[in-house]
């Protein structure tokens, strides 16, 4: 099985920047970053296409983040910026099966999740 490993998380404040890393050991048809805060249920971020064609954002992300991937390195980006505590979390990335991408910002259809990075985002 495939396996993720997330970089790049970090303790910043209110409205700096991270970017976060997910390496890969192999192409991947669909991909994306969820984050699960203490007591609450992991959400969908963002997400892309294979071709990165096109690309989907939560609302409360929509303007702050940007999901990019480099696919000579098998590795998906996320760009934050703007951060606010609310973003503080665990940020998974996430990879399925091309099906995946029929509702990309499910979490049902991805089957392979890496070990998580920790954001803390402090006021």
């Known amino acids: 099985q495939v396996q993720l490993v997330e970089s790049g998380g970090d303790s910043v404040q209110a409205g700096g920047s991270l970017r976060l890393a997910c390496a890969g050991e192999r192409y991947i048809d669909c991909m994306g970053w969820f984050r699960q805060a203490p007591g609450k249920e992991r959400e969908p971020v963002a997400a892309?296409?294979?071709?990165?064609?096109?690309?989907f954002y939560t609302d409360s992300v929509k303007g702050r983040f940007t999901i990019s991937r480099d696919s000579a390195k098998n590795t998906l980006y996320l760009q934050m910026t703007g951060l606010k505590p609310e973003d503080t979390a665990m940020y998974y990335c996430?990879?399925?099966?091309?099906?995946?991408?029929?509702?990309?910002?499910?979490?049902?259809?991805?089957?392979?999740w890496g070990q998580g990075t920790q954001v803390t985002v402090s006021s």
């Open positions: 892309m296409y294979p071709g990165g064609t096109e690309t």
């Open positions: 996430a990879a399925g099966p091309g099906s995946a991408c029929v509702r990309p910002l499910s979490i049902a259809g991805y089957n392979v």
